[in-house]
């Protein structure tokens, strides 16, 4: 245990830290299954999709992190997803892989699990798996496409940023994601809270209000200075 939250374990020297905050999470979405009607041991199962959906997703930033030579990472499942930290110095198409790597490895689980679903009689032979293996699915497939939404910091903004450093600056490359998302983040809180999606729009009021003041930051800069922000981890 240390602060807030305590270490999991290790993959392939690749630590792995649990928040408190994350905890929380897990509690909001076994409270809302069970506000909605969802039997207790079906709500429970969102504990097991929310931890195994979000560290793999992380372990695929760390799996491509490592392939290019970088090392191990440090993982934190924290807030409302997980980040991965890594020391390095790589180029624009490397970052733009390693961002991508999260949402691929949330479509190739969501795919695993359809596969058992159809391609073999586990799921009809176990309550438990009939339960878990369509909630995974969706879970996967809707964290994978959330996370390509070009919002800064997802995935998708990450990509889209380190795309722009193929042609500006640093510092433009950034002005460039953090404009687009404030941009995106606005329709996408008003849209949310339309259809009822209250935890989209939570996510999408957050990432939006961060933007802003990261905006604040790079203006604040002077306009000849190259040095660019401190570097926000991938994720939620």
């Given at each position: 245990?240390?602060?807030?939250?305590?270490?999991?374990?290790?993959?392939?020297?690749?630590?792995?830290?649990?928040?408190?905050?994350?905890?929380?999470?897990?509690?909001?979405?076994?409270?809302?299954?069970?506000?909605?009607?969802?039997?207790?041991?079906?709500?429970?199962?969102?504990?097991?999709?929310?931890?195994?959906?979000?560290?793999?997703?992380?372990?695929?930033?760390?799996?491509?992190?490592?392939?290019?030579?970088?090392?191990?990472?440090?993982?934190?499942?924290?807030?409302m997803g997980g980040f991965t930290q890594n020391r390095r110095s790589s180029r624009p198409w490397q970052e733009i892989l390693i961002s991508l790597a999260g949402p691929i490895t949330s479509?190739?689980?969501?795919?695993?699990?359809?596969?058992?679903?159809?391609?073999?009689?586990?799921?009809?032979?176990?309550?438990?798996?009939?339960?878990?293996?369509?909630?995974?699915?969706?879970?996967?497939?809707?964290?994978?496409?959330?996370?390509?939404?070009?919002?800064?910091?997802?995935?998708?903004?990450?990509?889209?940023?380190?795309?722009?450093?193929?042609?500006?600056?640093?510092?433009?490359?950034?002005?460039?994601?953090?404009?687009?998302?404030?941009?995106?983040?606005?329709?996408?809180?008003?849209?949310?809270?339309?259809?009822?999606?209250?935890?989209?729009?939570?996510?999408?009021?957050?990432?939006?209000?961060?933007?802003?003041?990261?905006?604040?930051?790079?203006?604040?800069?002077?306009?000849?200075?190259?040095?660019?922000?401190?570097?926000?981890?991938?994720?939620?």
């Open positions: 245990m240390n602060g807030s939250g305590f270490h999991l374990g290790s993959i392939r020297g690749t630590s792995i830290r649990v928040e408190i905050s994350f905890v929380i999470l897990l509690a909001f979405f076994v409270l809302f299954s069970l506000q909605s009607g969802t039997p207790v041991p079906v709500a429970l199962l969102w504990i097991p999709v929310v931890v195994v959906s979000v560290l793999l997703h992380e372990l695929g930033h760390a799996a491509v992190i490592g392939t290019l030579g970088f090392g191990s990472s440090e993982i934190s499942l924290a807030g479509f190739v689980l969501a795919g695993i699990c359809l596969l058992l679903e159809t391609s073999t009689g586990i799921a009809a032979s176990d309550p438990m798996l009939k339960e878990l293996l369509p909630l995974l699915r969706r879970a996967n497939i809707s964290w994978g496409i959330l996370n390509l939404v070009p919002i800064h910091p997802l995935d998708g903004g990450q990509a889209l940023r380190n795309l722009a450093r193929l042609v500006f600056s640093e510092r433009r490359s950034l002005l460039v994601s953090v404009w687009l998302s404030m941009l995106l983040g606005v329709p996408l809180v008003l849209g949310s809270l339309y259809m009822g999606l209250i935890f989209l729009a939570v996510i999408a009021g957050f990432l939006t209000a961060r933007n802003y003041q990261e905006w604040k930051i790079i203006r604040s800069q002077l306009p000849g200075d190259s040095t660019p922000p401190p570097e926000t981890p991938s994720d939620l």
